[in-house]
T-cell receptor, first 115, second 117 residues
């Protein structure tokens, strides 16, 4: 069964430093998509970045990059130059054909940026 | 524009009330979703509509009734809810559903915080 694991319930980072949020996944499908979402305390889920299983390069979007290691089945999110507004819950998610392409989420990591 | 709107933002209802949650998107997306999220938990999929047809119902109790009047609108009708149904209800949309690739990216609305007394 599809499974997404985020092993860090909470993380702290100093403002302006980089931080890595871990995500591992399990699927037997060769075709799948990996997503990261940010959820501030207001509740809205904000899409950050997408990585396809066949993509040759790691995805990047501004200060966000995805460290995709396919053999290890990991898709870690790297946030560079952290800002106070980055404090939020971060969810890793995956869609694969074997699961009706439903999006399944990890348990989340709460990131706190310290001034 | 990646905006999905939801109304109301907050809703308090009694167990005998009937209410509806509304969701709207104008991105031309043909798949829309309802999720339920309890505090400190990830969202859980409830319903998926693809081209205005219900394609996935994740065994949700019948007191939740979805409706997709057209490709831009999604409603969730609530009736005889229980206190444990109190949660954040999130609507999302994607270009299509189940094709794989970045078109599967779901864009979420701000949610409705529901309290059932």
């Amino acid at each position: 069964a599809q499974k997404i694991t985020q092993t860090q319930p909470g993380m702290f980072v100093q403002e302006k430093e980089a931080v890595t949020l871990d995500c591992t996944y399990d699927t037997s499908d060769p075709s799948y998509g990996l997503f990261w979402y940010k959820q501030p305390s207001s509740g809205e889920m904000i899409f950050l970045i997408y990585q396809g299983s066949y993509d040759q390069q790691n995805a990047t979007e501004g200060r966000y990059s995805l460290n995709f290691q396919k053999a290890r089945k990991s898709a870690n999110l790297v946030i560079s130059a952290s800002q106070l507004g980055d404090s939020a819950m971060y969810f890793c998610a995956m869609r694969d054909i074997g699961n009706n392409n439903d999006m399944r989420f990890g348990a989340g990591t709460r990131l706190t940026v310290k001034p | 524009d990646t905006e999905v709107t939801q109304t109301p933002k907050h809703l308090v209802m009694g167990m005998t009330n009937k209410k509806s949650l509304k969701c709207e998107q104008h991105m031309g997306h043909r798949a829309m979703y309802w999720y339920k999220q309890k505090a400190k938990k990830p969202p859980e999929l409830m319903f998926v509509y693809s081209y205005e047809k219900l394609s996935i119902n994740e065994s949700v109790p019948s007191r939740f009734s979805p409706e997709c009047p057209n490709s831009s609108l999604l409603n969730l009708h609530l009736h005889a809810l229980q206190p444990e149904d109190s949660a954040l209800y999130l609507c999302a949309s994607s270009q299509v559903q189940g094709m794989g690739g970045p078109t599967d990216t779901q864009y979420f609305g701000p949610g409705t915080r529901l309290t059932v007394l």
